[in-house]
């Protein structure tokens, strides 16, 4: 016999609540206390209940997709989109960009959004502050993370690489090519790529033996060249400067390059220079950028494939994909020392 | 004595349909014969008629405006979505973007998107390949155009630059340099501004007496750097080539000091290089872009003003505006000669 689909009745019943609480929470409706709030929807996933707001229309009405961006200064999001939008449009969905910067950061920025706009579903780029954020969205819809993704949080999928075991592999390039002195320049730790890459260098050089100096760490707010310009330029400009740099975006390895010109200083004899992302701002400038390739387009490609899964089948089980990146060795770093194991 | 406002009755008695035509051609239900829907748009303006569709919430709910973006991977978008951003943040809005590529070319395409979605208006930076889709759009809400505009129709606002005026500036530069073989690297002429600085292009060079050479103007389908990069590097292999290169974008103008130096010329001894918008990528190349600036954010944030009027008060007329650019002089071209002119 076929197990019977769960009703809202089931759901009040098991959190001991009214059916008009239950409607009131799965539309959004008035003040609810936040433990009512954790009762009701603790049953609906314990009864695998998929609510059926009244923002929500039928699936073969509703093929809109939501998609969380952090930042579209960032060149990065846009061979991502370019993913998502392939994946979106070969299943014929449409798709809406949010570009979140600190303007969506607590449940009720979104709220006001959600309830005008029914959507399928959401692809989050965003970093998400608060988990528990991640946790009413993905409530409210089928949602994915991209890139991104919460740590220690397996209840929502999510496409990204290991930044960790990437940012390694840049370091680990530079020490093999007789550099000692690395610097890093990194965007703030709130997003998980930042403090995964910072990990990974940190580790690095203690593994190594190299010296860990807060004078070469520069965290910066966004990714605007200029203000990673002028930082970069004030830490090449001590007296006891890196000899190479580990930028954790090709943004920032373009300005550390045309940093260390200002300064008179040769790229990469004087300072060797690795980025990440391998977008095309790494083969525009002189002398070309060495970095690690992110498959940005498949990230974004499978990420939306996995929102679609879910989409078409709500109980679809979440999952974890983490994609391969690679060293791409071009004229910003020196050639490996005969020799090195590396 | 205040006049009254238009009913759905005016509109049908004016237009010489029933009610009930009126209503399905509001909500976009069935099919209309195109004659009879002109008939009704036509009386609507006539009226000044404001239709309430079944998708359109009241103003107070409904404070999401949505943005048509053409490509995300084109640079210049970025600091006029900032300006968009800017504006509906200070007033309340939520923006949403739908980035249009060559997916949204026909009203159909956009029809399932507006009906599901509620909006309370549109930003179009999208070149509108027929004028009938922006009637369409403009008919269902508050339309602002951006950036792009259609000539000859006045019924939509529009913020934009004279492109025509502004690359004359930059020709007459190179001119006054003392380059002779000016050479174009310019989009498809889908786009507005294409066409006009294209055509500030010839004129210039036609006033002047100066060649206009087939071989030396490229039109490109994307703003793809690579697409550029291999297209410049043949027209400088030529072995007739142009002393000058007048790019239509700072994408296309890193491409072409880039093709320049892999064929060994010297910028801007060899070929001087003009590019157009004064993005970063202008300051991030070596040597650095001469460029025409746009006031990209002021742009952006301008037109989502004008939207928002529009919003509030739909009988506010229709206004064109067109801001300033200005010449930035760098270091991809030489200094004017003495006595010149310019």
Redesign the interface.
């Known amino acids: 016999m076929k197990k019977q689909k769960p009703t809202i009745q089931d759901v009040a019943d098991m959190a001991e609540v009214s059916i008009a609480t239950v409607s009131r929470i799965i539309n959004n409706k008035g003040n609810i206390k936040p433990h009512t709030l954790e009762r009701v929807q603790m049953a609906m996933r314990e009864l695998n209940f998929t609510p059926k707001t009244s923002s929500m ?1 039928s699936e073969s ?4 997709i ?1 998609v969380c961006v952090p930042n ?2 960032n ?1 990065f ?3 991502v ?2 993913g998502i ?1 392939r994946c979106a ?1 070969n299943t014929n969905y ?6 979140t ?1 600190d ?1 969506y950061t607590r449940s009720e920025d979104f709220e ?2 959600i309830r ?3 959507i399928a579903g959401m692809v989050i780029l965003s970093s998400m502050p608060q988990q528990k954020i991640l946790e009413n969205l993905s409530f409210r819809c089928p949602t994915v993370m991209c890139s991104e993704y919460a740590e220690n949080y397996d209840q929502v999928s999510y496409v990204s690489i290991d930044d960790s075991a990437a940012s390694k592999k840049a370091v680990e390039y530079l020490i093999s090519t007789g550099c000692e002195k690395i610097g890093l320049v990194n965007t703030n730790l709130s997003f998980k790529y930042a403090r995964h890459r910072e990990k990974g260098y940190l580790q690095t050089l203690r593994q190594r033996g190299l010296p860990v100096n807060p004078d070469w760490i520069i965290h910066l707010s966004t990714t ?3 203000l990673a310009f002028s930082n970069i330029t004030h830490m090449l400009s001590l007296k006891d400067r890196p000899d190479a740099i580990f930028a954790t975006s090709d943004v920032y390895g ?2 550390a390059i ?1 940093a260390a ?1 200002e300064l008179g200083l040769r790229v990469p004899e004087d300072v060797s220079v690795i980025g990440f992302d391998n977008i ?2 790494s ?4 002398p070309t950028l060495t970095t690690i390739e992110q498959p940005c387009f498949q990230i974004g490609y499978q990420s939306c494939e996995l929102l679609i899964e879910k989409i078409t089948n709500h109980t679809t089980p979440s999952k974890q994909i983490l994609l391969n990146t690679e060293l791409i060795v071009r004229n910003s770093t020196l050639l490996p020392k005969r020799g090195n194991p590396n």
Do not use: F, G, K, W
Request: charged letters at 20%.
């Open positions: 229309l009405e509703n093929r809109t939501l579209l200064d060149p999001y846009s061979p989109l370019n939008h449009h449409h798709i809406l960009i949010l570009e910067q303007r006001e959004l005008n706009n029914p605007d060249y200029t373009v300005a045309n010109h095309d701002l083969i525009m400038c002189v």
